[in-house]
């Protein structure tokens, strides 16, 4: 699964689809000092820029708020109210109309884990199959486990 980026303002006149797929250097926890960090309204424990990036570099944004839509936070980042941490496929899903840059966090990226638990026998129905089928297919098979030992 590809990292989390970082997300804010372009400035310049570049075309806005090559904004949003040119890719700058990776950021370091430091980049984030002098920064306000928009994010989900949910704990500090929860925010794996936090969580996985933040805390391990000892450092923290000058200031944190929350919005509670995706659209409300990339519409903020857009209008230079602050930067955000979301998903890389999140932004190219719905803030492709949007003057967006993407920033890489750390070298090693922000790394996420998503679990499905089926009941047994439930995973030859159709759509659970075709799931299955379509994240292996975007994902590729080796990330995707398939326990057979569903609950």
Same mark, same amino acid.
């Given at each position: 699964?590809?990292? @989390?980026?970082? %997300?804010?303002?372009?400035?310049?006149? @570049?075309?806005?689809?090559?904004?949003? #797929?040119?890719?700058?250097?990776?950021?370091?926890?430091?980049?984030?000092?002098?920064?306000?960090?928009?994010?989900?309204?949910?704990? %500090?424990?929860?925010?794996?820029?936090?969580?996985? %990036?933040? =805390?391990?570099?000892?450092? #923290?944004?000058?200031?944190?708020?929350?919005?509670?839509?995706?659209?409300?936070?990339?519409?903020?980042?857009?209008? @230079?109210?602050?930067? &955000?941490?979301?998903?890389?496929?999140?932004?190219?899903?719905?803030?492709?109309?949007?003057?967006?840059?993407?920033?890489?966090?750390?070298?090693?990226?922000? &790394?996420?884990?998503?679990?499905?638990?089926? #009941?047994?026998?439930?995973?030859?129905?159709?759509?659970?199959?075709?799931?299955?089928?379509?994240? #292996?297919?975007?994902?590729?098979? @080796?990330?995707?486990?398939?326990?057979?030992? &569903? =609950?």
């Amino acid at each position: 699964m590809a990292g @989390k980026m970082l %997300f804010r303002q372009k400035i310049g006149d @570049k075309q806005l689809e090559e904004c949003c #797929r040119e890719t700058v250097t990776d950021a370091v926890p430091q980049d984030l000092i002098d920064e306000e960090l928009i994010t989900y309204p949910v704990s %500090f424990e929860r925010l794996d820029v936090y969580t996985q %990036f933040l =805390v391990p570099g000892r450092c #923290r944004p000058r200031r944190h708020r929350t919005a509670e839509t995706t659209e409300l936070m990339l519409q903020l980042v857009a209008a @230079k109210r602050g930067i &955000s941490v979301v998903p890389d496929w999140l932004l190219h899903e719905e803030g492709m109309a949007l003057p967006l840059q993407p920033v890489r966090l750390g070298e090693e990226r922000i &790394s996420k884990s998503i679990h499905l638990g089926i #009941r047994k026998g439930e995973g030859a129905v159709d759509y659970l199959a075709g799931f299955l089928a379509t994240a #292996r297919d975007g994902w590729g098979s @080796k990330d995707i486990n398939t326990n057979n030992d &569903s =609950v």
